[in-house]
């Protein structure tokens, strides 16, 4: 009989609540595969740490939004947001299945152009355009949503150069009711500067307007906060018909909703508070149907949701490097996924599970990444399961933004895969090595 690992007792103070007659469950979830990959093959075949994608979630998620949409309102397209994961691999899943491209630089549209995406299904955002990405939009017949009034001049005077009309939208902020009001973005609307700028487009003979835009804010939990949007861009609609005989082809609500993932400070996990893609497509879809557009002039709804459609579908496999207590007497354990590689380990209460089963007893643990810096913390706390030297551990829902965001600082970057339909195994990036920063520097020749 195989001799039991001795575990030191634990007594953990009650903190909040009470228990039932049964006591408090101890056990933590192990989640052991991706895909039915087992992590542990992951770790011995690609390294740790590993980013690991699913193609199949990254396709059912899509198709649930769409479907939450498509089933309200006639007309809907979906543009991907670069931003949030310009990964090729993941960009073309999202063209394959139908979504256009949002980007917001010179550099990510590019890339979309790269991937095959026609200029004409190209939204470009953001409020850092060159003079030379202004021209090549227009030649390409993109979509370019101006920013501010600095924008539309010179898009005024490049648009005169060219052969062709500017297809251009604005990006429209404005109260909704949520706090703080994202203010940053485009032109506001309680101000008439929005209303400024469409009668300024209007007369112009080298810009045609297509479509009005807005981005209310990120990680938004109140539905409703997108149906007064909406009703607010569809009453500049209904405006500019009025006044010019006008119709505005597309209406586009940004993105900002939510993942499952959970806030820092918030009181319930955010599995069980996120709003679903038919909670935001009721409240949206009801505005713009609802207004005062005639249903013959209903314009193409856009969203550019990015977070929402890829988080689930990511994973960060890694490695216990050690334990130790604290002063406090906390425990603490070192992982090797730091927040260079998880970035939104800054403003989210990840989840990080065994890959294994261990000891029912948990306590309060600190998970701290290796980088020597204080600030490297992945939890500040959380009810965990004593892991030792070399355990696997798994992060999930790690998708957006975390493979745009991240930094080579003391360690490299890791291999990202992704795992097809078919359950095959795709490096869609190669881990770094020391080669790849050597060959862009420069060595003065007195120092070499």
């Not at 490097?321 to 007497?329: D, E, F, I, P, T």
Request: charged content about 25%; hydrophobic content about 40%; some cysteine.
């Amino acid at each position: 009989m195989k001799k039991l690992k001795y575990e030191r007792p634990i007594i953990n103070k009650i903190q909040s609540g009470m228990p039932d007659k049964f006591g408090m469950s101890t056990r933590v979830q192990t989640i052991s595969d991706v895909e039915g990959i087992p992590v542990v093959n992951i770790i011995k075949n690609y390294g740790s740490p590993t980013f690991v994608l699913s193609e199949q979630t990254i396709r059912d998620t899509y198709q649930e939004a769409r479907e939450a949409f498509t089933t309200r309102y006639p007309k809907v397209q979906f543009a991907w947001s670069y931003k949030t994961n310009y990964l090729n691999a993941v960009c073309k899943i999202f063209h394959s299945e139908g979504s256009w491209a949002e980007v917001v630089s010179g550099f990510e549209y590019d890339k979309a152009i790269d991937n095959g995406v026609k200029g004409a299904h190209i939204i470009f955002n953001g409020p850092d355009k060159s003079d030379e990405y202004l021209a090549k939009s227009i030649e390409n017949d993109s979509f370019i949503h101006i920013d501010h009034f600095d924008e539309f001049y010179s898009l005024i005077r490049i648009a005169a150069k060219s052969s062709k009309k500017a297809k251009v939208a604005i990006r429209v902020n404005m109260d909704t009711g949520i706090y703080p009001q994202w203010d940053r973005f485009g032109f506001n609307y309680e101000n008439g500067d929005a209303w400024n700028v469409l009668n300024k487009i209007m007369l112009s003979k080298d810009l045609e307007l297509v479509g009005l835009h807005t981005h209310i804010g990120t990680y938004i939990l109140t539905p409703n906060a997108y149906g007064v949007a909406a009703s607010k861009l569809a009453e500049l609609a209904v405006r500019v018909y009025r006044k010019f005989n006008y119709v505005i082809s597309y209406i586009d609500m940004g993105g900002g909703f939510a993942s499952k993932n959970t806030l820092k400070g918030a009181y319930l996990p955010g599995k069980d508070t996120c709003p679903t893609f038919d909670d935001y497509a009721e409240s949206i879809t009801n505005a713009l149907i609802n207004s005062e557009i005639q249903p013959e002039n209903l314009p193409t709804l856009i969203l550019e949701t990015g977070r929402a459609l890829i988080d689930d579908a990511g994973y960060l496999v890694g490695t216990v490097l050690a334990n130790k207590r604290l002063v406090s007497s906390r425990r603490a354990t070192i992982i090797d996924i730091g927040v260079n590689l998880l970035f939104t380990s800054f403003w989210y209460e990840h989840e990080v599970y065994p890959v294994k089963e261990v000891s029912e007893q948990t306590e309060d643990t600190t998970i701290y990444g290796p980088l020597c810096m204080n600030i490297d913390v992945i939890r500040e706390v959380i009810k965990f399961p004593l892991l030792q030297k070399g355990d696997p551990v798994i992060i999930p829902r790690v998708g957006a933004y975390n493979m745009t965001q991240w930094m080579q600082f003391i360690t490299l970057r890791p291999n990202i895969i992704l795992i097809d339909t078919s359950k095959n195994i795709h490096v869609i990036r190669e881990e770094e090595t020391n080669e790849v920063f050597s060959r862009q520097e420069k060595l003065p020749e007195h120092l070499s």
